[in-house]
């Protein structure tokens, strides 16, 4: 399955979504992904600012006028279906996956940063458990082996179990633009033989064909890249997307290879299909993009463990020996200047909890914060 990640491309215009759709389309993909975004379920209001065309925009209300109602995704599916295109679908929280399910889009999208929003996998496990039947993509960007296997648990994933094939974990770089170099695309064969999961790659690359003609070779089944009408555009993510003419390049080369490997079997395919990167790119290059399989972060998103991914965070000022109640606390992403939290996990325990200090609104929770009764 190749995927056009539209995310929030379209900025809120349905006319403009279905422009995005069509090319999509048109360059020859299996679906389009779309982004259910409430700034509430992401960020904190005092997260920090980021440079876009217009200027320093403080990155909580660029999220906030992204924000749509539920129709605009219905709209968006529709005229996907129309296309004979699936609509996938990303939420960042238990809101956005509920309102989501309710429209039954084709595919569910954990994106890399929730891949420890512990109670929106377990809202998926629960839905799963009810007859969800639904596919789930798994992006693991930013993330260390531990991750992935608590993740899959939360999910009650096990390869032994019927719906194993209901599942698709995304080796990822969380970085804009992420290095080809640092791809280690022996990941997708690694992370199929440790988990016992279909595997496939989101890719933040800039190159239309080395990461999805290489991942295909390795046995990956899913392929997302963003797009975009112009790279000039002020989409968040426009300036590491593809234009759609590179899409449809894309599109051609991952087939030429699915071609290549029903021909020559998937052993020599992936030579040959090496072969055929390595005098478009050079051996070097191709080396360092495939790497070692070995699981790491990669340097281009080190820093960022901790920052992108989900904690827990503090919504307003607070004084020493106040009781914490839920409305008090957020599972976020810390992003750009806040302190984060501890895990996600902790949500439930740190409930009820007494605050040994004075806390200012947007700091990560720690356990140091608090005394216990």
Request: net charge negative.
């Amino acid at each position: 399955m190749i995927i056009a990640e539209i995310g929030t491309a379209h900025g809120g215009s349905i006319d403009k979504a279905k422009e995005l759709i069509k090319a999509a389309y048109d360059a020859g993909v299996d679906a389009v992904k779309f982004q259910w975004v409430y700034a509430d379920e992401i960020l904190h209001p005092d997260t920090g600012f980021v440079l876009l065309p217009g200027g320093q925009t403080r990155l909580y209300d660029r999220f906030k006028k992204l924000e749509v109602e539920k129709d605009f995704f219905v709209k968006a599916q529709d005229y996907a279906h129309s296309l004979g295109v699936k609509f996938v679908c990303s939420p960042f929280g238990v809101r956005s996956l509920k309102e989501l399910l309710s429209i039954n889009p084709d595919v569910v999208k954990v994106a890399s940063p929730e891949l420890n929003h512990y109670p929106m996998l377990r809202e998926i496990k629960e839905a799963i458990a009810n007859g969800l039947k639904t596919p789930i993509l798994i992006s693991s960007g930013v993330s260390k082996l531990s991750d992935i296997e608590k993740a899959l648990e939360c999910l009650d994933f096990s390869p032994e179990k019927e719906n194993s094939s209901q599942f698709t974990l995304l080796h990822c770089i969380t970085s804009y633009p992420a290095p080809e170099s640092e791809y280690n695309l022996r990941l997708v064969q690694t992370l199929h033989d440790i988990f016992g999961i279909q595997t496939g790659i989101s890719d933040h690359s800039l190159d239309p064909v080395l990461v999805p003609v290489l991942t295909t070779a390795l046995g990956g089944i899913t392929i997302e890249k963003h797009i975009t009408l112009s790279k000039k555009t002020d989409g968040l993510d426009d300036p590491v997307a593809l234009e759609p003419e590179q899409f449809a390049n894309l599109v051609y080369s991952v087939h030429q290879t699915q071609a290549v490997l029903k021909r020559y079997g998937k052993e020599e395919g992936l030579k040959i299909t090496i072969k055929q990167m390595e005098e478009l790119f050079g051996k070097e290059k191709v080396s360092s993009v495939l790497g070692n399989g070995i699981k790491h972060l990669a340097k281009s998103e080190s820093a960022n463990y901790g920052r992108t991914n989900r904690s827990i965070h503090f919504m307003h000022d607070m004084k020493k020996g106040e009781k914490i109640e839920a409305k008090d606390l957020s599972i976020l992403r810390t992003e750009k200047i806040l302190s984060p939290g501890i895990s996600p996990e902790y949500i439930d325990d740190v409930t009820g909890a007494i605050l040994s200090q004075d806390i200012k609104a947007g700091s990560g929770l720690q356990w140091e914060n608090l005394l216990f009764r």
